[in-house]
C-alpha cells in the first residue's frame, strides 16, 4: 500500500505525476482549487491512471534510441566502405581511386602556396623475380615495408599511393625534383634496413621525379615526365633515381626551344 505525497499548491493550480513504485503504476493528479463565496473552501483532486501513455512513451523512447545507435553503425560502416574502397588493402596506403580524387586539390594547393610539388615515381628492381624465386607471400612483406618506409619519411601520409602492383607514387610538396633526390637516398637506406632480415638479399627500387611548375604545367604532363624518368633509371641500371631535366630531350642546334606544356 503506498501513499501519495502531499500536494502544495502554486497559484491557483497545480499538475503534477506521481509514481507508485510498488505497483508499478503511473498517474497523473490534477490539484483544483475549490471556492466558495469567492473564498477557498478547498480543493478538489482528479487522480488519473496514465501508466499504459507512460509506459508507450517508455517504448517509443527506447525505439527511438535503438534507431539513433542503428543510424550511428550504418554511418560508421559506411564510412569503412568508402575508406576501403581508396586503400590498398595489403599496404594500407592510399590507392589510385584516392588519387585521381585528390588530383585538383593537391595542384589547387600548391598553385596557392606558390610552393613546388614534386612526383616521385617509384618502382621495385626485379619484382617478378623476388616472386618467382622467393613466393608471393614474401613479395607482399617486401611491398608492405617499403609501404611503411614511404609513409615514415613522408608527411602527411596522404601523399602516399600505391598505382598498382610495385609501383608507388610519392608526392613532395615544397621540394624541387633536386631536392627531392636525398629523401629518396633516405627511403632506399630505410627500405635496406627493413629487409635485411628476409634472408632475400639486397632489394632496391628505380624512381623517376619531375616537379610542377618547373617540368609540368599540369598531372598528364607531369606524371607522364616521371614515368619518363623512371624507366629512364631502369635503363641505366636500376636502383638509382633521375630527374626529368637529366633525360628530358635536347632541342636540336639552330633550332627553336619549345617553351614546357
Known amino acids: ?9 502554486a ?31 478547498g480543493r478538489l483532486l482528479l487522480l488519473r491512471d ?5 509506459q508507450a512513451e517508455t517504448r ?10 542503428q543510424l550511428d553503425d550504418n554511418l560508421k560502416l559506411q564510412q569503412q566502405l568508402r575508406e576501403q574502397a581508396v586503400r590498398d588493402p595489403l599496404t594500407g596506403l592510399h590507392n589510385r581511386r ?9 595542384l589547387a594547393e600548391a598553385r596557392q602556396a606558390g610552393k613546388p610539388l614534386t612526383a616521385v615515381m617509384l618502382d ?7 616472386n618467382d624465386t622467393h613466393g608471393h607471400q614474401t613479395a607482399d612483406v617486401v611491398l608492405q615495408r617499403l609501404a611503411a618506409v614511404l609513409l615514415r619519411g613522408t608527411r602527411p601520409a596522404s601523399d ?3 598505382l598498382g602492383g610495385e609501383e608507388f607514387l610519392v608526392l613532395l610538396t615544397g621540394l624541387t ?28 627500387f628505380s624512381a623517376g621525379i619531375a616537379s610542377y611548375p618547373a617540368d609540368a604545367a599540369g598531372w598528364e604532363d607531369l606524371l607522364r615526365r616521371a614515368d619518363t624518368a623512371l624507366y629512364a633509371a631502369k635503363l641505366a641500371g636500376r636502383a638509382r633515381s633521375c630527374c626529368w631535366e637529366e633525360v628530358r630531350p635536347q632541342p636540336m642546334a639552330n633550332q627553336p626551344v619549345q617553351a614546357t606544356a
Open 50 to 54: 496514465v501508466t499504459r501513455r507512460v
Open 98 to 106: 584516392f588519387f585521381e580524387q585528390m588530383k585538383p586539390l593537391l
Open 160 to 162: 602516399v599511393f600505391r
Open 60 to 69: 517509443l523512447q527506447e525505439a527511438l534510441a535503438a534507431l539513433r545507435t
Open 11 to 41: 497559484g491557483e493550480e497545480r499538475r503534477t505525476e506521481l509514481l507508485i513504485e510498488a505497483a508499478g503504476r503511473h498517474y497523473e493528479v490534477e490539484a483544483v482549487p475549490l471556492t466558495h463565496r469567492e473564498r477557498r473552501a
Open 177 to 204: 625534383a633536386r631536392q627531392a633526390q636525398p629523401r629518396i637516398e633516405d627511403w632506399r637506406a630505410m627500405l635496406d634496413e627493413e629487409v635485411s632480415g628476409l634472408g632475400i638479399g639486397r632489394v632496391t
Open 124 to 130: 621495385l628492381d626485379h619484382f617478378k623475380r623476388l
Open 1 to 9: 500500500r503506498e501513499t501519495l505525497p502531499r500536494l502544495r499548491l
